[in-house]
T-cell receptor
Framework: GIQVEQSPPDLILQEGANSTLRCNFSDSVNNLQWFHQNPWGQLINLFYIPSGTKQNGRLSATTVATERYSLLYISSSQTTDSGVYFCAGATDSWGKLQFGAGTQVVVTP | SAVISQKPSRDICQRGTSLTIQCQVDSQVTMMFWYRQQPGQSLTLIATANQGSEATYESGFVIDKFPISRPNLTFSTLTVSNMSPEDSSIYLC????????????FGPGTRLLVL
């Protein structure tokens, strides 16, 4: 299966700061998603983004498929942004997602 | 997006017993998957739940340990059999309404602690 590498593993931000999370894939993917796992364990889908750029409020994501990486931008961070951010990709015809190890984000007031 | 519920939300079980987890979706979906998240770890795919046929298991997971049923397009169960403390994890189901190139949505998870 593909290898999914996320960086950084941990991130501490002051409220209001901006940050960039990165996800590298060992192979081309036909399905790429970013998730946020809140402190209660719920996994929330942020973006389905196998290529291109998308924005949703203070979050945006860019995937450069030819270079096998994706970036998640958090702007004007808030304490509610705390949690673990996962990227996941699939290369098969069923959508079996391979997850990265995650980036633990802590936003302090 | 699909609304997914899981039962139970959490449980504490004794080693050697089995627990069946249910996943219910509010609409018909093509794909249903089961994932495991061990404490402090990422998610690992256990199997794809196939409607009307045997589930497709990933390397390291076997049917005897994790039997899965999917009787229709809105419901699936995962059983964790003959449990040991190493099975303590969050178990999550996910669904995609279309095929591989679709957004996947996750249920709230079942937190399992095995003593």
């Amino acid at each position: 299966g593909i290898q999914v590498e996320q960086s950084p593993p941990d991130l501490i931000l002051q409220e209001g700061a901006n940050s960039t999370l990165r996800c590298n894939f060992s192979d081309s993917v036909n399905n790429l998603q970013w998730f946020h796992q809140n402190p209660w364990g719920q996994l929330i889908n942020l973006f389905y983004i196998p290529s291109g750029t998308k924005q949703n409020g203070r979050l945006s994501a860019t995937t450069v498929a030819t270079e096998r990486y994706s970036l998640l931008y958090i702007s004007s961070s808030q304490t509610t942004d705390s949690g673990v951010y996962f990227c996941a990709g699939a290369t098969d015809s069923w959508g079996k997602l391979q997850f990265g190890a995650g980036t633990q984000v802590v936003v302090t007031p | 997006s699909a609304v997914i519920s899981q039962k139970p939300s959490r449980d504490i079980c004794q080693r050697g017993t089995s627990l069946t987890i249910q996943c219910q979706v509010d609409s018909q979906v093509t794909m249903m998957f089961w994932y495991r998240q061990q404490p402090g770890q990422s998610l690992t795919l256990i199997a794809t739940a196939n409607q009307g046929s045997e589930a497709t298991y990933e390397s390291g997971f076997v049917i005897d340990k994790f039997p899965i049923s999917r009787p229709n397009l809105t419901f699936s169960t995962l059983t964790v059999s003959n449990m040991s403390p190493e099975d303590s994890s969050i178990y999550l189901c996910s669904v995609a309404s279309g095929g591989a190139r679709e957004t996947q949505y996750f249920g709230p998870g079942t937190r399992l602690l095995v003593l």
